[in-house]
Nanobody, 115 residues
Framework: QVQLVESGGGLVQPGGSLRLSCAAS????????MAWYRQAPGKQRESVAF???????NYADSVKGRFTISRDNAKNTVYLQMNSLKPEDTAVYYC?????????WGQGTQVTVSS
């Protein structure tokens, strides 16, 4: 069984920064892709960024240049550094990890960008 624990969400003013973390634990042999998704009220869940085991990254156009995804393979942890936050970044952020044969989601952490 795999558990994902997210942290780092909160309320921030426009232009501010937050860093999200997602730590995986449990029956983990190897984690392939680690990713962040988000879901705003009334909208579908969307991909924000993902990172492969060898460090290759991909970002949604809406966050390119502002968000940075990284991972620590020794700690089975993925991070999302979010800078220059905008009100439209307000959403529940979820981490998602792919372990051979299975996909796991975190419980979500709320990010609110408001003055």
């Amino acid at each position: 069984q795999v558990q994902l624990v997210e942290s780092g969400g909160g309320l921030v003013q426009p232009g501010g920064s937050l860093r999200l973390s997602c730590a995986a634990s449990g029956s983990i042999f190897s984690i392939n892709v680690m990713a962040w998704y988000r879901q705003a009220p009334g909208k579908q869940r969307e991909s924000v960024a993902f990172i492969t085991r060898d460090g290759s990254t991909n970002y949604a156009d809406s966050v390119k240049g502002r968000f940075t995804i990284s991972r620590d393979n020794a700690k089975n942890t993925v991070y999302l550094q979010m800078n220059s936050l905008k009100p439209e970044d307000t959403a529940v952020y979820y981490c998602r990890v792919v372990i051979p044969g299975t996909i796991h989601w975190g419980q979500g952490t709320q990010v609110t960008v408001s003055s």
